[in-house]
């Protein structure tokens, strides 16, 4: 099995239609590490509705404290991740110009600096798989695989982003992106 393991970090995940009823329904996930111990994940279009400064209580600047704050996953939902792009970033862990950060010291460094290409987005909790779960959950279709992109995780109406993901994929998932949020209405 470890000789045909291929790491999905970078990619996006997006439901494939069989996720109704759960956390996942209708989400785009970024993979942000995978490898034979599991997977880790933030889903990049669930708002809380809240703003950073809401719910982290730390000085940092008004700038941060605005942010709109993510629901990245349902597990540990009090854990902070951000996703920090910029163009001089060199040393980046999911791809590149992207680092993932858990560090509360350094998002509020993030917040302090000023850089006119750097792009923030906070989340609470993330989304978590073990050793082979995600990998089942893609031989059942649960997950349509899509490349990611900077323009895609840091899209300003993330409320489409589901549908728009879709619609691009071709026919067969543009119908799946038409499907109403609720069956009976159609």
């Given at each position: 099995?470890?000789?045909?393991f291929?790491?999905?970090?970078?990619?996006?995940?997006?439901?494939?239609?069989?996720?109704?009823?759960?956390?996942?329904?209708?989400t785009?996930?970024?993979?942000?590490?995978?490898?034979?111990e599991g997977?880790?994940?933030?889903?990049?279009?669930?708002?809380?509705g809240?703003?950073v400064?809401?719910?982290?209580?730390?000085?940092m600047?008004d700038?941060l404290?605005?942010q709109?704050?993510?629901?990245?996953?349902p597990?540990?939902?009090?854990?902070?991740?951000?996703?920090?792009s910029?163009?001089f970033?060199?040393?980046?862990?999911?791809m590149?110009k992207?680092?993932?950060?858990?560090?509360?010291?350094?998002?509020?460094?993030?917040?302090?600096?000023?850089?006119?290409?750097q792009?923030?987005?906070?989340?609470?909790?993330?989304?978590?798989?073990?050793p082979g779960?995600?990998?089942?959950?893609?031989k059942?279709?649960?997950?349509?695989?899509?490349?990611?992109?900077?323009e895609i995780?840091?899209?300003a109406?993330?409320?489409?982003?589901?549908?728009?993901?879709?619609?691009?994929?071709?026919?067969?998932?543009?119908?799946?992106?038409?499907?109403?949020e609720?069956?009976?209405?159609?």
């Amino acid at each position: 099995m470890a000789d045909n393991f291929k790491s999905l970090k970078g990619q996006l995940l997006l439901d494939g239609g069989k996720l109704r009823g759960s956390f996942f329904h209708r989400t785009v996930v970024l993979i942000c590490q995978h490898d034979s111990e599991g997977a880790l994940g933030l889903v990049l279009n669930r708002a809380s509705g809240k703003e950073v400064g809401e719910l982290i209580v730390a000085d940092m600047p008004d700038g941060l404290k605005k942010q709109p704050l993510f629901l990245g996953g349902p597990v540990q939902p009090a854990a902070l991740s951000y996703l920090h792009s910029d163009d001089f970033l060199l040393n980046t862990n999911v791809m590149p110009k992207l680092n993932l950060g858990h560090s509360l010291d350094d998002l509020v460094e993030i917040g302090q600096s000023f850089s006119s290409t750097q792009q923030l987005r906070v989340f609470a909790g993330y989304a978590g798989w073990s050793p082979g779960q995600l990998d089942d959950e893609l031989k059942r279709d649960a997950w349509v695989p899509h490349p990611a992109s900077l323009e895609i995780v840091f899209h300003a109406k993330s409320t489409e982003l589901w549908q728009m993901i879709l619609r691009q994929k071709g026919w067969k998932y543009r119908l799946l992106s038409q499907t109403p949020e609720d069956l009976s209405w159609n």
